[in-house]
């Protein structure tokens, strides 16, 4: 068994283009690459201020072991895909404290013009401490073979690792990551403090 190397994301030290599924325009050497930066100061206290009730209401953890661990606040999703999940937005959402939505809207639309491109599908998820996600592939839909799968660490650790079959990243808050959904993945959460990081696809407008 190959042992597994803890990179950098974004560096040169790995390379599994043979297995990507992407389409031409969003291929790229690697299963992590590096787009740019975000700030996330004002999301950090908004993550921080959503209602455990909010969190309980996530609505996959319950029909995908995969997320048991882990819980998701929608802000987008796409019909097509059958997200059946509490969003963030919904006018009995109990997280609509003051600029709540104009704080994410704000940090969506940063997004959207440094990759050029349209938020289809976002959420932000929390992984508590010593827990985990368990293996799974993301790229259920063909669309997504068309967008950006980006990843934002929002309030992170450096315990809290992204693991593909021969890598394990750290991921760094506020760095925006282009990721590979069609690799198989998984992810824990060693540190004492909790995880949270956005999960947006971006469809581009080139």
């Excluded at 206290?45 to 953890?61: A, C, N, T």
């Excluded at 940063?110 to 990759?115: A, H």
């Excluded at 259920?140 to 693991?163: A, E, G, V």
């Excluded at 282009?178 to 540190?191: I, K, R, V």
Aim: charged letters at 25%.
């Amino acid at each position: 068994t190959k042992k597994k190397t803890l990179v950098r994301a974004g560096s040169k030290e790995h390379d599994t283009n043979k297995y990507f599924r992407r389409n031409d325009n969003m291929y790229f050497d690697g299963v992590v690459r590096i787009m740019g930066k975000i700030d996330v100061s004002k999301m950090k206290s908004l993550v921080e201020e959503i209602p455990e009730s909010v969190w309980e209401s996530d609505w996959r953890k319950n029909v995908n072991t995969n997320f048991y661990d882990s819980h998701s606040v929608w802000m987008k999703s796409m019909p097509f895909t059958k997200d059946k999940i509490f969003h963030a937005f919904d006018s009995s959402c109990t997280c609509q404290h003051d600029g709540f939505q104009q704080v994410y809207l704000d940090f969506q639309k940063q997004l959207e013009n440094m990759l050029d491109g349209i938020v289809v599908r976002s959420c932000i998820i929390r992984l508590t401490s010593n827990n985990s996600v368990k293996r799974h592939i993301d790229g259920q839909h063909d669309i997504f073979r068309y967008c950006y799968r980006i990843i934002i660490p929002i309030l992170t650790n450096s315990k809290s690792i992204l693991k593909y079959d021969d890598y394990e990243f750290v991921l760094e808050e506020g760095i925006v990551y282009d990721t590979n959904p069609f690799l198989p993945h998984s992810t824990f959460n060693g540190g004492e403090t909790n995880r949270y990081q956005a999960v947006i696809d971006v469809f581009p407008n080139t």
